[in-house]
């Protein structure tokens, strides 16, 4: 019974799990996606966790389906309530294998960038976390 109360009671939340990644080389992946705004295309790659999935896992999971490449997600850089029901959640990761091949549906590019050489049209909330810097 308390658990039906609690459940009623409190908000329900979406969570949304990105994944900063690295090459050896210190260069980040950022994919042009289709349904983002036109005028911020570019960002990391990003996803929603599926009820009982590990967020690392998620990461892991987004990055294959978007892009072909196998990540392993490391530190925690992100945990925050985001806008209005929605959990958000930033991994560092590092690829460790797979071969680029772009899921045509959702991305139309996948560039690694230099952090201090960032394309315009960039979410500024991606700059922040590619920089190492606290999100607001």
Do not use: C, N
């Not at 294959?64 to 392993?72: Q, S």
């Not at 560092?92 to 960038?113: C, M, N, P, Q, T």
């Amino acid at each position: 019974m308390q658990w039906r109360v609690l459940w009623l009671a409190h908000a329900k939340f979406m969570v949304g799990v990105t994944g900063v990644v690295r090459d050896d080389h210190g260069q980040v992946l950022l994919l042009k996606h289709r349904m983002w705004p036109q005028d911020r295309p570019w960002g990391l790659p990003t996803g929603y966790a599926i009820k009982g999935e590990e967020f690392p896992l998620t990461i892991a999971r987004e990055v294959k389906e978007e892009t072909g490449l196998e990540v392993e997600a490391g530190r925690l850089v992100h945990l925050k309530s985001g806008y209005k029901l929605r959990l958000e959640v930033a991994y560092e990761a590092r690829v460790v294998g797979g071969d680029l091949k772009l899921d045509s549906f959702e991305i139309l590019e996948a560039k690694w960038h230099s952090p201090d050489s960032l394309p315009d049209g960039i979410q500024e909330s991606h700059r922040a976390l590619i920089l190492g810097k606290t999100l607001s």
